[in-house]
């Protein structure tokens, strides 16, 4: 990077693109400040060219970012911004026009609007079948997309449909040691959870952590999801000891690599609080749960039903 520094103007297009890529590391590291400090600075100089599709990149990097920092509405803007230079510059059936939709439909799936989700998710998947083809690993990514925002919705049919598309797709074209394999185990033992089955559950949650650790490391936050799931699950198995093993686990590495106050932090606050709760101590579960609700109060909005769900549980435990 020195050298393109050195020898290139300081607004040469090149320039960007190396920042973006840094920028790009930083993410997949998840080193969010390093990776939006880089973004940023491509994106300043992406704003003085004409090349429209070179700065709707920097806007979904920055928008990706953003949502996985928890902030869904810097998250809306940015990638409503990249969603407007795709439809205008590429056409409303271009590869990069249907990612930037299935950007904003996480977007609305994480704030918890479903169908609105499912909206830009259809718009998104009817692309990837068209141009790639029910076989490919983006198109397996939507199939799975889908199955979370109907499993939001509690259609559970409609849910398991899609993931098993999903999981099918991708484990043909990807093998089974991939981490894309991993989200999709993870999502098998959440169908199986929601069906109180938690041997299965708990069978798919382990297959998933073994990726993740495999091919991430144990201080990742999708490795913390796994960390998370299981201890969910040996909290419904009325294992308290293990479960809050593995929730402190989750816990120690969200606080550490996504901080104090990420939505993802106060989950794990929230099941610790559980935990407690169910093991009968009252005083460390009103604890968490005061944590859980002090970052969603902050982080999300008034009607969602994570912020809802935590206050509620807080104030009765506060009553009783």
């Known amino acids: 990077m020195g050298i393109r520094e050195n020898t290139l103007s300081k607004d040469n297009p090149d320039i960007a693109k190396s920042y973006n890529e840094i920028g790009r590391v930083h993410f997949w590291q998840s080193n969010y400040p390093q990776a939006l400090f880089f973004f940023e600075k491509a994106l300043v100089i992406f704003k003085g060219q004409l090349d429209m599709v070179a700065k709707a990149i920097s806007y979904s990097s920055i928008g990706n970012l953003y949502i996985n920092q928890g902030d869904c509405n810097k998250a809306f803007q940015f990638h409503t911004k990249a969603l407007d230079v795709y439809e205008k510059v590429l056409g409303k059936e271009h590869l990069d026009t249907a990612s930037s939709y299935l950007d904003i439909g996480n977007v609305y799936n994480s704030q918890g609007e479903c169908s609105k989700a499912l909206e830009h998710y259809n718009k998104a998947v009817a692309i990837y079948e068209k141009v790639l083809g029910t076989e490919h690993p983006k198109t397996a990514i939507l199939y799975n997309n889908i199955a979370i925002a109907y ?170």
Do not use: C
């Not at 559970?156 to 074209?173: G, M, Q, W």
């Not at 394999?181 to 073994?210: K, S, W």
């Not at 996504?258 to 101590?281: C, E, M, Q, W």
């Open 151 to 320: 499993y939001n919705q509690n259609d559970f049919v409609e849910a398991f449909e899609y993931h098993h598309k999903a999981l099918t797709v991708s484990e043909k074209v990807l093998g089974k040691e991939h981490p894309e394999i991993a989200i999709l185990y993870n999502h098998t033992g959440n169908m199986y959870m929601n069906r109180e089955d938690f041997i299965n559950a708990l069978a798919y949650y382990n297959e998933a952590v073994a990726i993740y650790e495999k091919v991430l490391g144990k201080e990742h936050p999708n490795t913390a999801i796994s960390y998370n799931n299981i201890g969910i699950t040996n909290n419904n198995q009325g294992d308290f000891a293990k479960a809050l093993e593995y929730q402190h686990k989750a816990l120690a590495v969200r606080e550490k690599v996504l901080g104090k106050d990420h939505p993802d932090t106060a989950t794990s606050y929230f099941n610790i609080a559980l935990v407690f709760k169910n093991r009968g101590n009252q005083a460390p579960a009103i604890e968490y749960m005061k944590k859980a609700v002090e970052v969603r109060q902050a982080r999300l909005s008034a009607d969602h039903p994570d912020r809802k769900q935590a206050e509620d549980l807080l104030r009765q435990w506060t009553a009783s």
